[in-house]
């Protein structure tokens, strides 16, 4: 194979007919020639340029180029496709039809490549030849209507169900359908089209078990949703492989306008209690996503049931409390207790009690013969070990356990795996039945769970959402123990906040130490090297040639003082272990302000030894004021912006404590016997000034 000569090629690529005609009379083999990477022939270059009388004269003088293929095994057919000349297309399918039905090296028909290109006049030759066999007979890319679909080519789709109907019920490798592409595309011709000519296409599920309205609901388009609201209706009931309705999968891609959409038009119909197999509703999901707009929404605007459980017993609060401090989070916290929302504790304590025996009873526990995982949670989590309430009910547990039935089983928990679950539906009672979700053409279904602490048909509930409950019924247990126990399933974060601000302290004793060293460091070198140099030589040898300048005294004095004071920092704070809190709390203070002051004064050194070292004219001088006036005044504000905080944080400490001299029934602080006021004053700021 001959590569090309670069005169025939630019005259192909100018449409130069009497270059051209000269340089094959010349040599007839030109014509073989190919280019060098992608093995073009001279009829692939110039079906890719749209030249007819060109292509035509190629094709007279060798018809077989028709066929010719490149490096990606492409004919012209296919370049003529690409770039949607009709022309062209029409001379090469004259000269040989059955070129049209090879694929390239992907195994993509020409017809494809027209199809992905939107060239509906060079669909309509390919689907106009004889030789383009039908659907299910080889050579027919039947992908073709859904890359013409994924594009958005509504005419080409029609023309395609036009010679086969049949093609709107193919699937892909990933049984994705025409519906699927138009959908996650957003063409709202395309999916219009689709579901006029069939509304069952709205019912298939890939292999990720999508529907196209589910990835309607993902991608939104307001006009393809309404599409399916309009012709489809039915397909809202599809749920996916997680069980989850096309109202979950808006929340969980974070689309707030197709869920504002979603409500408006299923009003009527009761989606927002549904839950998916792990239990979440769209509550659960929108707060545990951080979708603080669609939370807020879905409270205000709608009827969901805001004190729904998921499997693992926790309410959309229990989620938020969980989630990291924030200005949004507390909004949203505003918004839950000012419509009701509850945490789980206060749910699980407020259901029916059993009935009291000698012992304080546990409905689970009564039916298992021996202690369990619930005793060895005790022990490994719950301190201290040697607690007079931990004491009480491990020795309650051990006489429970002795005189529970051995012969009574464990049931199975309420909430099941997807599986499961719908095995148990239908023997499950007619209250919990009732805000099920409807099914999918796939038996794909949502049944409510259990909510917890309720018994079913088919046995108790599942008794480790049950635990923070059953252990309220012990009449022994002080209220502190309660509290503590439920800490324990749920982790309140006001309960955690003591060990977190007691590790707050030791990283701030620890930064303030480091801090201190690196000024002492800084301020020794320079003692030892001060600004402006020594003399060398004479009986002023190693003294500093500045050390008569007033700038130069102000540099010693600042240093030595941001020296000593930073020197005081370390060794006091190395010397003195306080393990108090309030004790620790007034030693930081102290070594914080002092630690203000060495800043302050190695600053003023700083400045002192710039006066040394620069000259002194009219330019320097004020480029001297501009740097102290800016570095100066950014050090003062950084100074002036934390006194204006520390001074609010006492006016907080304030009125707090006078607050909460008026209360009964504090926490009380283990170490000192008070509240911590510093943390409680400011706890939803998550910081404090000292």
């Not at 196209?212 to 009931?237: D, K």
């Not at 794909?444 to 008794?463: A, D, F, L, M, Y």
């Not at 000024?519 to 020794?524: G, L, N, R």
């Not at 600004?531 to 050390?547: D, I, L, N, T, W």
Request: hydrophobic share 40%; with cysteine.
């Amino acid at each position: 194979m001959q590569l090309m000569d670069p005169n025939l090629l630019e005259a192909i690529r100018g449409n130069d007919i009497p270059t051209f005609t000269s340089l094959v009379q010349k040599n007839e083999k030109v014509l073989d020639q190919r280019e060098a990477v992608t093995k073009n022939s001279v009829l692939h270059i110039a079906s890719k340029f749209g030249h007819t009388e060109m292509v035509s004269n190629i094709v007279m003088l060798r018809p077989d180029m028709v066929s010719a293929e490149n490096k990606d095994l492409e004919t012209p057919v296919h370049e003529a496709c690409r770039i949607g000349n009709g022309k062209v297309l029409k001379l090469l399918l004259e000269s040989n039809p059955g070129v049209a039905k090879k694929p390239n090296s992907a195994n993509k028909t020409a017809l494809f490549i027209a199809c992905r290109y939107g060239h509906l006049d060079a669909v309509n030759l390919l689907l106009d030849q004889p030789g383009i066999p039908v659907l299910g007979k080889a050579g027919f890319d039947q992908t073709c209507i859904h890359v013409a679909a994924s594009e958005g080519h509504t005419d080409i789709v029609r023309a395609l169900l036009n010679v086969n109907p049949d093609l709107a019920q193919t699937v892909d490798e990933y049984r994705n359908s025409a519906l699927h592409y138009a959908t996650e595309g957003g063409h709202r011709e395309v999916t219009w089209m689709l579901l006029k000519f069939d509304a069952q296409l709205a019912h298939k599920y890939n292999n990720r078990g999508y529907t196209p309205l589910h990835l309607a609901a993902i991608n939104y388009n307001v006009t393809v949703l309404e599409g399916f609201v309009l012709m489809a209706s039915a397909s809202f009931q599809c749920l996916t492989n997680e069980g989850e309705t096309v109202f979950h999968l808006a929340v969980k891609h974070g689309q707030y306008d197709a869920l504002v959409f979603l409500t408006h038009v299923c009003n009527g119909m009761n989606f927002f209690q549904c839950q998916d197999r792990h239990g979440n509703t769209i509550l659960h999901l929108a707060v545990s996503l951080g979708h603080h707009k669609m939370a807020e929404y879905l409270i205000s605007k709608t009827k969901i049931d805001i004190n729904s459980r998921n499997c693992k017993g926790l309410t959309a609060l229990d989620i938020l409390d969980q989630a990291k401090e924030s200005a949004e989070n507390q909004h949203l916290e505003a918004l839950f207790n000012r419509v009701g929302g509850k945490r789980s504790i206060p749910l699980l304590s407020g259901a029916p009690k059993v009935q009291k025996t000698n012992f304080p009873p546990v409905p689970f526990l009564e039916k298992i013969p021996q202690r369990t995982r619930f005793a060895d949670e005790i022990e490994m989590h719950i301190q201290p070990r040697n607690s007079p309430w931990q004491t009480r009910i491990e020795d309650e547990w051990r006489m429970s356990s002795e005189i529970a039935s051995p012969s009574s089983k464990i049931q199975t928990p309420s909430c099941l795996s997807s599986s499961q679950s719908r095995k148990s539906s239908s023997l499950s009672s007619p209250q919990s039945r009732k805000s099920s979700c409807l099914s999918s053409p796939e038996s794909r279904t949502i049944s409510p769970q259990h909510q917890v602490g309720e018994e079913s048909n088919n046995g108790p509930p599942n008794p480790d959402s049950l635990l923070p409950s059953n252990l309220r019924q012990y009449e022994g247990l002080t209220k502190r123990a309660q509290e503590e126990i439920g800490g324990l399933f749920y982790g309140n974060p006001r309960k955690m906040q003591p060990k977190v601000y007691a590790e707050a302290l030791q990283n701030a004793r620890n930064t303030i130490t480091l801090v201190a060293i690196l000024i002492a460091t800084v301020t020794f070198a320079a003692g030892i090297s001060p600004p402006g140099g020594v003399f060398q030589e004479g009986s002023m040898k190693g003294k500093s040639m500045a050390g008569n300048t007033t700038a130069f005294k102000v540099f010693a004095i600042s240093n030595n003082v941001a020296l000593f004071t930073s020197l005081c920092i370390v060794v006091v704070l190395v010397s003195v272990i306080p393990f108090r809190r309030k004790a620790q709390m007034r030693l930081l203070v102290v070594a914080h302000k002092v630690m203000w002051v060495a800043v302050a004064f190695m600053a003023t050194a700083f400045f002192a030894a710039m006066w040394v070292i620069m000259p002194h004219s009219k330019g320097t001088d004020l480029v001297f004021v501009v740097l102290l006036a800016v570095c100066g005044g950014t050090l003062g504000i950084v100074f002036i912006s934390l006194g204006v905080m520390l001074v609010e944080h006492w006016l907080k400490k304030l009125k707090w404590r006078k607050r909460s001299r008026e209360r009964e029934g504090r926490f009380m602080d283990p170490e000192i016997g008070s509240e911590n006021s510093d943390v409680a004053s400011s706890f939803n700021k998550g910081y404090h000034s000292y």
